[in-house]
């Protein structure tokens, strides 16, 4: 008999979150989607189960200790104890650093390093309990450094410390945890780039694209399809790795 997994994806009603809730759920997990806003997940719940498969539209932020366990201890009734967590919420808050607010410093530190510091320990004990994990972050390419960025660079470098840190303590009882660091991959987030520095989208991603070595901009399934290698059965040998997943050699 196959085993039914439970994956729990933040930030899965749009983007990257979403395509990695949609491929996950294809690979036979069941799926939790986690945001904001509950209602917002629930397209993302009703293409899977059209699909065949099962999944969950749960809200809650990421960053609120209360709203995650209580997301936590729903997803383990109404769907299973999850063993699968992708840590992909996120926000960007940009600026130059002397132009920077401290409130934009600390919610981008609160949604990606808080928040994926609660919802992981939140889950760790099913995944302890059964012997068997996987942990994916996001991190991105701006952990080397992003004009515009200190905020986000630095909660993304963190998130890469985090996930060493993760691959050490768990490791033992079955665990992975390993970091995705994306380039440019077209989702609201860089759409929203292109409209705060005023470049239509088509030629903010035609002048990425430009830099890349395999000449494209990525797509949010060409992230989905790194977590499902390390989410899969057979990469239990892989932990504490970052891989970046940009179309070219980064870091
Ligand atoms: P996106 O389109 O902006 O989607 C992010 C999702 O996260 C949204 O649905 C958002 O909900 C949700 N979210 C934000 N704050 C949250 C919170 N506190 N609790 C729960 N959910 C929350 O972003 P994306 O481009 O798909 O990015 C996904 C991840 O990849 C992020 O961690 C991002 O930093 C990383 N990344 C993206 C790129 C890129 O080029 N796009 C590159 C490198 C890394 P709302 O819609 O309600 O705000």
Do not use: C
């Not at 986690?34 to 065949?52: H, W």
């Not at 009882?173 to 239509?200: C, D, H, K, Q, S």
């Not at 399809?225 to 899969?232: D, E, L, M, T």
């Amino acid at each position: 008999m196959t085993i039914i997994r439970t994956a729990v994806v933040t930030g899965a009603a749009r983007g990257i979150g979403a395509a990695v809730a949609k491929r996950l759920a294809r690979d036979g997990f069941a799926v939790a989607v986690v945001d904001l806003d509950e209602a917002a997940g629930k397209p993302v719940v009703a293409e899977i189960e059209a699909g065949g498969g099962r999944a969950l539209a749960v809200g809650a932020d990421v960053a609120d200790e209360q709203a995650v366990q209580a997301a936590v201890d729903r997803i383990a009734t109404e769907l299973g104890e999850p063993t699968v967590l992708v840590n992909n919420a996120g926000i960007t808050r940009d600026n130059l650093l002397f132009k920077m607010t401290a409130e934009d410093w600390d919610a981008v530190m609160n949604v990606h390093l808080r928040g994926s510091f609660l919802v992981t320990r939140a889950v760790q004990g099913y995944m302890t309990k059964a012997g068997w994990g996987r942990i994916v972050n996001l991190s991105s390419t701006s952990a080397l450094g992003n004009r515009g960025q200190a905020n986000y660079a630095a909660a993304k470098a963190g998130l890469q410390g985090f996930t060493k840190t993760l691959a050490l303590e768990l490791g033992k009882f079955g665990v992975t945890a390993n970091a995705i660091a994306p380039g440019f991959i077209e989702t609201e987030m860089t759409a929203a780039t292109a409209a705060r520095v005023g470049v239509p989208f088509e030629d903010f991603t035609k002048a990425a694209a430009a830099q890349i070595p395999v000449a494209r901009t990525g797509k949010p399934e060409d992230i989905a399809h790194a977590v499902s290698f390390f989410v899969g059965e057979d990469a239990g040998f892989v932990s504490g790795q970052v891989l970046y997943v940009a179309g070219g050699p980064k870091a």
